[in-house]
RNA sequence: GGAGGGAUGGCCGAGUGGAUGAUGGCGACGGUCUUGAAAACCGUUGUGGCCGGAAGGUCACCGAGGGUUCGAAUCCCUCUCCCUCCGCCA
């Protein structure tokens, strides 16, 4: 959410920022139509309180019972006038509120104009492309051969987009997670949180999945919770109305959790593989920061996320979103590609974002800046540190030999109980 | 799933229709005293909205949402969450 206050005053910056995000900008106008209503309705009915107060601590005082009746009888009459002008207020709020809610985030000033995901801008490469002696195979077909990734049994037992790992597949998943816990949280600094990957609604909102992501979400109706798509959501519910020390910040938290979700909008798109399912594994980077603060702990999140890239030893790249191609909450985003050369294509393994306030007002999350001051609202960032079936595809991808079977990299080997070379699901 | 009991400020805990946010204690902060500290004593100590340059004014908030009333922490209804016991269970 922005901040009222803020669009009040700067009406034209948020017009022209919704622009470059390919969003009406008259929706400004509809906000500050509303909070302008709000705040004459609430000047009235506020005199009426105000009134209908004072004169309830006379009642009690007055001796003669006729004029006790008198301002009984006066005050029933403000009575009834406050109840219709608090309904109207409540429509007026309401729709204010809904208006608020489905306004995207701010761009920060450094992210480039651009209208789509082609002005995106390729940062910076690391590692070269590599070259086989032989053709390399895409992982849905290494997959199976070696009994790793059984597709047809997913599809048995979960319909489309399910798949199951077996054998050396699983445990390679399972070392990655636990590897990069464990670097993250020995060498990074990050706290590791396990929370539930089943929601409250509100959560939804604070997080920003909600109102705009609710095709692509899985929502149980019979007990109304809501399927988490990322452990963004309950981290950020996490510290739902609390008001931190600043001494706590920042906190940085990292998790494992599966994810879910319906990819409803992008039906009959990447449907080969794992790289896309309604199910997925990942490991989740997110910091709560002051507001100074924020921008340094994103760079610094992008590096923690790079530095599991490079130690996999595979090949990738950064790229800066462009404002047209910027998720609804974050103010900047960088993207982190891994190649893969079996499927050919760069895999986004990361994506991670400075949400700046627009979270933490949501769930209002604040910090108090020393004893005594005003809480202020903090900065919450994201960034998957990675996304495990991708990151498996450019494991499995790059590191194909002629015969089929798949080098463990290095790093993983402690993880995968020395093993040196996947060459079947019994490995 | 069944039965019962709860939810008040940073924490504990009073308060069942009308006084400066809503006793009191703890904690925290400031001060007096002291070489310093402790103790003692005194004081301060919630969040948000609206009006205002400010001083200040005003409203709301006692789990959430409705209702009754001139007036609700207090009475009524619905919901959520927590606790205890029983049942089931990884």
Not at 174 to 202: C, N, Q
Not at 267 to 288: L, N, S, T, W
Not at 355 to 371: G, K, L, S, T, W
């Amino acid at each position: 959410m922005l901040d009222l206050a803020f669009i009040r005053e700067h009406p034209d910056a948020v017009r022209a920022a919704l622009l470059h995000r390919n969003e009406n900008p008259g929706r400004v106008d509809h906000i500050l139509a509303q909070d302008a209503r709000r705040r004459e309705l609430l000047q009235e009915v506020e005199e009426l309180r105000a009134e209908r107060n004072r004169v309830s601590k006379e009642i009690p005082q007055l001796k003669d019972q006729a004029a006790r009746e008198q301002r009984i009888a006066q005050m029933r009459q403000v009575g009834d006038r406050i109840a219709e002008l608090e309904e109207q207020l409540r429509q007026v709020e309401a729709e204010l509120e809904k208006a608020m809610l489905d306004m995207p985030n701010l761009p920060h000033p450094s992210v480039p104009v651009g209208p789509d995901e082609t002005h995106n801008i390729v940062v910076r490469e690391w590692g070269k492309l590599p070259e086989f002696n032989f053709e390399p195979v895409p992982h849905w077909e290494l997959g199976p051969e070696l009994g790793i990734i059984d597709f047809e049994r997913g599809v048995k037992i979960a319909g489309s987009r399910f798949y199951v790992l077996r054998g050396a597949g699983a445990r390679l998943q399972r070392a990655l997670i636990s590897w990069m816990l464990d670097v993250h949280t020995r060498e990074h600094g990050y706290t590791e949180v396990y929370p539930p990957f089943i929601v409250k609604e509100e959560c939804m909102w604070q997080a920003g999945q909600l109102p705009r992501l609710a095709e692509n979400i899985y929502h149980d109706v019979e007990d109304d919770v809501w399927f988490i798509g990322t452990a963004e959501i309950p981290l950020t519910g996490l510290h739902h109305d609390e008001i931190l020390d600043a001494e706590e910040l920042p906190l940085r938290y990292v998790a494992y959790t599966a994810c879910f979700r319906r990819e409803k909008m992008s039906a009959g798109r990447d449907v080969r593989g794992i790289k896309r399912g309604h199910q997925f594994d990942k490991v989740e980077m997110y910091k709560i920061t002051t507001p100074e603060d924020s921008y340094a702990e994103l760079e610094a999140m992008v590096e923690d996320a790079l530095d599991i890239c490079r130690r996999l030893g595979v090949p990738h790249r950064l790229v800066q979103i462009c404002t047209g191609d910027l998720g609804f909450h974050s103010s900047k985003t960088y993207d982190i590609e891994m190649w893969a050369p079996g499927c050919g294509e760069w895999l986004e393994v990361s994506s991670l974002s400075n949400c700046e306030a627009f979270q933490a007002r949501r769930a209002n999350i604040r910090y108090r800046p020393e004893p005594g001051a005003k809480p202020r609202f903090v900065h919450t960032l994201n960034g998957s540190g990675l996304a495990l079936p991708r990151v498996m595809i450019a494991v499995l991808e790059n590191y194909q030999q002629a015969d089929g079977s798949i080098v463990v990299p290095e790093v993983l080997r402690d993880w995968m109980g020395g093993l040196e070379v996947i060459r079947g699901a019994s490995g």
